[in-house]
């Protein structure tokens, strides 16, 4: 059964801290992987896509990693600004099939002064 | 260049009435999604369509949605006879070249639908 899971559902963190968010996947044939940033009564914002053969990408603050072999991704926010206060959500898309993106549930973060 | 627009943004309807949901795509974008979003829940899909075409209704429901796409003029998704658990968020998405790439799909600001 294709799903994403995320972990942790929700995390509250100081202004200026690191985090870390967790996305396994057990979407199958991979085709890529997706982290949206998704501000509280907005429609998701694409952060970064990453193919089978990338390990790592950054955007700005925000850097995900891929591993492909272990169906796992993590997206780490690095300085965290009370701007990034929002549901973090992961999405894999498989290759072939009707239904091609397979969304998480999302990680809320919550950024306080 | 506008991002994808949806209207309305709130819609407030009694069991039974028409939901009505309207989607802009990006310019240039001829692909669009339309995603239901939960209270608590991620993101399901819903339809996929291209300009007059449904590519993939698989996520929909059998009775009472509908969707389209016309070659002018917005994509429309349609809820009649609405029920209190079609309270939800739809969200429309556009890309350039559909499914089968890592497109990137651009997602439009919701509409939030309470069934009274």
């Known amino acids: 059964k294709n799903q994403v899971e995320q972990s942790p559902q929700s995390l509250i963190i100081l202004e200026g801290k690191n985090c870390t968010l967790q996305c396994n996947y057990t979407v199958s044939p991979f085709s890529n992987l997706r982290w949206y940033k998704q501000d509280t009564g907005r429609g998701p914002v694409s952060l970064t896509i990453m193919t089978f053969s990338e390990n790592t990408k950054s955007n700005g603050r925000y850097t995900a990693t891929l591993d492909a072999d272990t169906k796992q991704s993590s997206l780490h926010i690095t300085a965290s600004q009370l701007s990034d206060s929002a549901s973090y959500i992961c999405v894999v898309a498989v290759q072939t099939g009707a239904n091609n993106l397979f969304f998480g549930t999302g990680t809320r973060l919550t950024v306080i002064p | 260049n506008a991002g994808v627009m949806q209207n309305p943004r709130h819609l407030v309807r009694r069991r039974g009435q028409e939901a009505r949901l309207r989607c802009s795509p990006m310019?240039?974008?001829?692909?669009v999604y339309w995603y239901r979003q939960l209270p608590e829940e991620g993101l399901k899909f819903m339809v996929y369509l291209q300009k007059e075409n449904i590519i993939d209704e698989s996520g929909m429901p059998k009775e009472r949605f509908s969707a389209e796409f016309p070659k002018e003029g917005p994509s429309i998704l349609r809820i009649q006879q609405v029920v209190r658990g079609d309270s939800a968020a739809y969200f429309c998405?556009?890309?350039?070249f559909g499914r089968g790439s890592t497109d990137t799909q651009y997602f439009g600001p919701g509409t939030r639908l309470t069934v009274l």
């Open positions: 310019k240039g974008h001829s692909h």
């Open positions: 998405a556009s890309s350039p």
